[in-house]
């Protein structure tokens, strides 16, 4: 027998009772069944229960459905995509998927389960020229003189921007026991360079 869909009117007079009956899978489903003798009934209270979860976690009443199963990765396909991605390191999962004839979606799987991403450009500054190039160098020297002078200039310089600003220190103790606890976790092989 095929598995019967209900609509969301159905889910949500499924609920309706569900909350009427204090809670109780076994009295709604027979709640249900005297109330709407006609309707398809529900097979066991837990189809009540997942529509009732489905609108607390704010998703659709009626679950999605994909229509049928999920499309195979064929090993020639894992081969094009990882030698396109030898050849073309620069390469977007969107630009690939076109390329190759296939969702992007598969082609990102594909790269994670061989422990490879896609290369993504950020820019995160843009330098202008040698008149920046200029200015770092000559702030760069002026960092190295005082650290000469004062071995303890950069940590000074670092902890008391943190110390003024009680929000960014919280986040530096939040991150720090992240971080810690992520090292401990695995066997002390996480390593990451710090950020504020």
């Given amino acids: 027998m095929p598995r019967y869909h209900f609509s969301a009117q159905e889910y949500a007079n ?26 398809h009934q529900p097979r066991n209270s837990r189809v009540i229960v997942c529509a009732l979860v489905r609108i607390r976690n704010i998703e659709p009443v009626v679950p999605r459905r994909s229509g049928g199963p999920r499309p195979v990765i064929s090993v020639r ?19 690939a998927g076109r390329l190759l004839n296939m969702s992007h979606v598969a082609v990102f799987k594909i790269l994670k389960k061989n422990k490879q991403h896609a290369y993504s450009l950020q820019k995160v500054q843009g330098l202008l020229g040698p008149a920046d190039f200029e200015r770092l160098l000559t702030y760069c020297q002026w960092a190295l003189q005082r650290c000469a002078e004062d071995t303890h200039f950069i940590e000074n310089v670092i902890w008391n921007r ?14 720090n026991r992240r971080r810690l606890q992520q090292c401990v976790d695995r066997g002390g092989q996480h390593i990451e360079q710090f950020k504020i």
């Fill in 162 to 175: 943190i110390r003024e600003d009680p929000l960014l220190m919280r986040r530096v103790h939040q991150n």
């Fill in 14 to 39: 499924m609920v309706l009772i569900y909350a009427e009956c204090n809670y109780d899978g076994a009295r709604a489903l027979r709640m249900y069944g005297e109330r709407y003798p006609n309707a």
């Fill in 77 to 95: 396909q894992e081969e094009n995509v990882l030698r396109h991605f030898e050849e073309e390191p620069g390469s977007s999962t969107r630009r």
